[in-house]
């Protein structure tokens, strides 16, 4: 098996260039981050209500944690349950325990490809091959129909090939099942393309970007791909006792880094991006967040109704914070975030409901329990 370096795999295989075997960079998880802009003081009298509601569903998984907050403050932060209960001693979660965030990484993907068009570098409906040459079999499908799940790529992640590279190009070749743009049909394909998309654009591999773009203005530091080892104890187990490797067979496929899953990350710092993505800071300017939560799926019905990026007001997983412009998204392995801009409210829910088992039931119940419980 030919050996290639995962430094710059996204951008050298859409230029059809071959990946040199250089020296090891400096790990992102080394970059400097700034210190977290602090909440408000915390205000009393709700954790307790959110933790007994929790509690009721504690058999859907063997951890959570949860960190809410209302108008900047914080009304809730605690863990319950155990990080690790299968195949292990057991470890207690806590409020610092790293969850696996499976498609929670999606979010982040999409904020780094809206920062390269407030830059100019990305147009929304230019044909997304003038961007990834190895789209070019695709010239219907747009940067935007990317974003919303709307390119008619199929949900189901095509893999081939013996490296990492030849994998990622294998899925950037693959043809849509459904004409661009005539339906909503959520793929990790469509971010799998857009990460590949800022890598080529950003000038610096993926799991650099976010950390320097996203975590370190933010203070997110317990954020980013590929944990160390050091962090091992603090990471939550997924299926069976795979712990501090990604979940996700696909992103496990290109090296644990892509666009679609493969981050880890702590609740706090989950809500840290929620709060940003409420107000604009130091990410994306006031214009750009709006388009962001915004209904681009509008012709498709309520349950395909997103954003740039996000879920909008999807009962399902939202609850009672559903139907005032709230957005979020979900992750595969238990993980949640809900932000509704008009109370100020940041929700993030991060469990590891696939430990032991990817068959264990869906997390929705609690999750929709929770947001109802917070909007009470």
């Known amino acids: 098996m030919r050996r290639r370096a995962l430094l710059g795999l996204f951008g050298a295989m859409l230029t059809g260039c071959d990946v040199s075997v250089a020296a090891a960079p400096v790990s992102?998880?080394?970059l400097p981050v700034a210190a977290p802009e602090p909440w408000a003081p915390p205000q009393a009298?709700?954790?307790?209500?959110?933790?007994?509601?929790?509690?009721?569903?504690q058999n859907l998984f063997p951890s959570a944690v949860v960190f809410a907050a209302?108008?900047?403050?914080?009304?809730?932060?605690?863990?319950?349950?155990?990080?690790?209960?299968?195949?292990?001693?057991?470890?207690?979660?806590?409020?610092?325990?790293?969850?696996?965030?499976?498609?929670?990484?999606?979010?982040?993907?999409a904020v780094l490809v809206l920062r390269l068009h407030e830059q100019g570098a990305v147009q929304l409906d230019s044909p997304a091959y003038r961007f990834l040459p190895l789209f070019s079999g695709k010239p219907d499908i747009t940067v935007r129909m990317l974003l919303t799940h709307t390119s008619g790529l199929s949900k189901d992640t095509p893999l081939a090939g013996e490296t990492p590279a030849e994998r990622l190009a294998h899925?950037?070749?693959?043809?849509?099942?459904?004409?661009?743009?005539?339906g909503y049909i959520y793929a990790d394909q469509n971010f799998i393309a857009?990460?590949?998309?800022?890598?080529?654009?950003g000038g610096e591999p993926l799991d650099r970007q976010v950390r320097r773009q996203i975590a370190a203005p933010l203070g997110m530091a317990d954020t980013g791909y590929r944990p160390p080892a050091a962090l091992l104890p603090?990471?939550?187990?997924?299926?069976?006792?795979?712990?501090?490797?990604?979940?996700?067979?696909?992103?496990?496929?290109?090296?644990?880094?892509?666009?679609?899953?493969g981050l880890f990350a702590t609740a706090a710092d989950v809500a840290l991006l929620g709060r940003a993505l409420?107000?604009?800071?130091p990410l994306l300017r006031p214009p750009t967040i709006e388009l962001m939560r915004t209904n681009h799926n509008a012709a498709f019905g309520p349950s395909a109704a997103h954003g740039l990026g996000v879920d909008l007001d999807q009962a399902w997983y939202m609850g009672r914070l559903a139907g005032h412009g709230a957005f979020g998204h979900t992750g595969f392995t238990g993980t949640s975030i809900v932000v509704e801009p008009r109370r100020r409210v940041v929700l993030v829910l991060l469990t590891n409901r696939v430990h032991p088992s990817a068959s264990a039931p869906s997390p929705n119940p609690a999750r929709k329990a929770v947001a109802d419980a917070l909007a009470a």
């Open 28 to 30: 992102p998880w080394k």
């Open 45 to 57: 009298g709700n954790e307790a209500t959110l933790r007994a509601v929790l509690q009721r569903y």
């Open 70 to 109: 209302v108008d900047g403050h914080v009304v809730a932060h605690f863990a319950v349950g155990d990080a690790v209960r299968y195949g292990a001693e057991p470890v207690p979660a806590t409020t610092g325990t790293l969850y696996d965030l499976a498609s929670l990484t999606k979010v982040f993907t």
């Open 171 to 182: 899925v950037l070749r693959a043809p849509p099942v459904a004409a661009p743009g005539s």
């Open 194 to 201: 857009l990460g590949a998309l800022a890598e080529r654009l």
């Open 234 to 261: 603090r990471i939550a187990a997924t299926e069976g006792t795979l712990r501090g490797t990604v979940h996700d067979p696909s992103a496990a496929a290109f090296g644990g880094v892509a666009g679609h899953a």
């Open 278 to 281: 409420m107000t604009g800071g």
